[in-house]
Structure formats: structure tokens, C-alpha cells
């Protein structure tokens, strides 16, 4: 079936890198786009979203990339901070759907100090 | 400007007792949704209702589960005669509608619920 998937389950990296996370999604009449960040026992946080007229688009210290091509996402964060230590969600709206969301598993972020 | 607002945050119940979870969506949202998440898991959704209508509930099993939005007060989701396989977080999420595509849905923290 459709789904929306993760390349990396876990990344880690040090206080003031960029971070990259990767995401896969299968349903090509997908046309929104969302990254949630989710910290330990709290509800998602919106962070970024994209539709797919767009091929980028930048927010505070994210940035977050569309190649319908070959139907991949990412989200890109500068600066990484111990705060931005969290699991991040890409979520498409199923099929062209305008309110049913379907996500991916999740990539934890570690920020090392 | 309040979010999303859940209770309880976390729910304790045995294996067929009744569990009811509320949400109150952010000021000027009329659309709710509920999801699940399963434990290292993302979310998966449930049911979509706006004031006094259910839109669409295809991920809701179709027993047990029931959601509802009336005119006052919050959006209540109820599991009748629960099983451990029901323990889960359930988020309530809300959006406006502006009818120009897919609104983004802002999350409430969740239910945590237990079933011993």
C-alpha cells in the first residue's frame, strides 16, 4: 500500500552541525508535505511544511527540500542545537486527501553536546 | 493564544471498562481529528469530524470506537470495553478550514492510555 518512510532511523550529531533527515514517500498524487518534531511524552510540533508547487521552502534554521522526481523529502537543520534533540516526523497528505495526513515512522535526533 | 488542549493525559483502565478521552481545539478551529500511535511508531489516523458531523472515520475500528464533536464543548473520543491491545497515545489535532487545499493540523499532547 501507500506509505511515507524514513531512509535513517537514528542520526546523531554534534552541537553546531547541520543535520539532514531523509524522507521516502510512494503516493505520487501526494501534494502537501509536513515535518513534526516530537519530544519525549508531547504531542507533535509543527515545524515546516511544502506543497508540491514548490521545491524548497526555508523557515527559521530549516529548510526543507521536494523532489517530486524521485519522491523523496528532507529536512534540513542548521545549527543543530541539544534542544532540536527530538524524534522528526514527515507527514504527506494520503493521496492528494486535503485533511487525512499519513506519516512516516521517524527519525530520532541525538544532539551531542 | 491556548493550543490544542487534551485530558487526561494519561488514562488508566482495566480490560473492559469504558475510556473516554476529550479535546478542545485551538480558538477559531472548527475541524478535529484524532490519531494513534503506537509505541516507536508514527501516527495513524482515525477520524475526522467538524461540529456535529463525522467526515470521515475509516481509521477507526469499526467496533468498540466511537468519536463525536457536538455543537458545545469538546470532541470526545470513547473506547467501550477496552483491551490491552488499546493502549496507545491518541492525539487530537485541529485546523481552520480555508478550503484552499489541506490545512495544517496543530497537535494537542496527547492521551496516554494504559489498559492493565
Known amino acids: 500500500g501507500e506509505s511515507v518512510g524514513l531512509h535513517l532511523p537514528t542520526l546523531s550529531v554534534q552541537e553546531g552541525d547541520n543535520s539532514i533527515i531523509n524522507c521516502a514517500y510512494s503516493?505520487?498524487?501526494?501534494?502537501?508535505f509536513i515535518w513534526y518534531k516530537q519530544e519525549s511524552g508531547k504531542g507533535p510540533q509543527f515545524i515546516i511544511d511544502?506543497?508540491?508547487?514548490?521545491d524548497k521552502r526555508q523557515g527559521q534554521r530549516v529548510t526543507v527540500l521536494l523532489n517530486k522526481t524521485v519522491k523523496h523529502l528532507s529536512l534540513q537543520i542548521a545549527a543543530t542545537q541539544p534542544g532540536d534533540s527530538a524524534v522528526y516526523f514527515c507527514a504527506e497528505n494520503s493521496g492528494g486527501s486535503n485533511y487525512k495526513l499519513t506519516f512516516g515512522k521517524g527519525t530520532l535526533l541525538t544532539v551531542n553536546p | 493564544n491556548a493550543g490544542v488542549m487534551q485530558n487526561p493525559r494519561h488514562l488508566v483502565r482495566r480490560r473492559g471498562q469504558e475510556a473516554r478521552l476529550r479535546c478542545s481545539p485551538m480558538?477559531?478551529?472548527?475541524?478535529v481529528y484524532w490519531y494513534r500511535q503506537l509505541p516507536e511508531e508514527g501516527l495513524k489516523f482515525m477520524v475526522y469530524?467538524?461540529?456535529?458531523?463525522?467526515?470521515?472515520e475509516s481509521g477507526m475500528p469499526k467496533e468498540r470506537f466511537s468519536a463525536e464533536f457536538p455543537k458545545e464543548g469538546p470532541s470526545i473520543l470513547r473506547i467501550q470495553q477496552v483491551v490491552r491491545g488499546d493502549s496507545a497515545a491518541y492525539f487530537c489535532?485541529?485546523?481552520?478550514?480555508?478550503?484552499?487545499?489541506?490545512?495544517?493540523?496543530?497537535f494537542g499532547p496527547g492521551t496516554r492510555l494504559t489498559v492493565l
Open positions: 489535532a485541529s485546523s481552520p478550514r480555508t478550503g484552499t487545499g489541506t490545512d495544517t493540523q496543530y
Open positions: 511544502i506543497r508540491s508547487n514548490m
Open positions: 503516493n505520487s498524487a501526494s501534494d502537501y
Open positions: 469530524l467538524q461540529k456535529e458531523n463525522i467526515i470521515d
Open positions: 480558538k477559531g478551529h472548527s475541524h
